[in-house]
């Protein structure tokens, strides 16, 4: 079901009685509403946020509930850049400057929700 399905719906039917003849029910409205974001999280590889200098960290982002479609905003603190924009942020071949708390915001184009921040260290 998506919010473009907002509209007036009837049926037809034959009815079979004395006099057949094809019959419309009542129209209904179906109003759809989106779902606010909520319920924003991280979760990580390797577990646990520890990752060995050089080695590959995967970042990932979840909606607990919302509608879609979703986009996704990676940022880890003291730096101002966007450093991805999809739902897993890969770091290959992390190195010192890696090392920070991140988080994600997710939006559905009215409302923006943002996850608890996750400390990454590079071992």
Request: hydrophobic share 35%; aromatic share 6%.
């Amino acid at each position: 079901l998506q919010l473009h399905h907002s509209s007036r719906y009837s049926c037809w039917g034959w009815v079979d009685s004395e006099l057949s003849s094809w019959a419309q029910s009542a129209p209904v409205t179906v109003s759809v509403h989106g779902v606010p974001l909520s319920g924003v999280s991280l979760s990580v590889q390797p577990p646990g946020g520890q990752v060995a200098l050089g080695d590959l960290l995967v970042l990932s982002c979840a909606v607990a509930t919302g509608t879609g479609p979703l986009s996704f905003f990676w940022h880890r603190e003291g730096s101002g850049a966007l450093l991805g924009t999809g739902p897993h942020l890969e770091l290959h071949h992390v190195g010192d400057k890696d090392s920070g708390c991140y988080h994600c915001r997710a939006s559905d184009g009215d409302s923006v929700a943002e996850s608890p921040t996750l400390n990454v260290t590079v071992l």
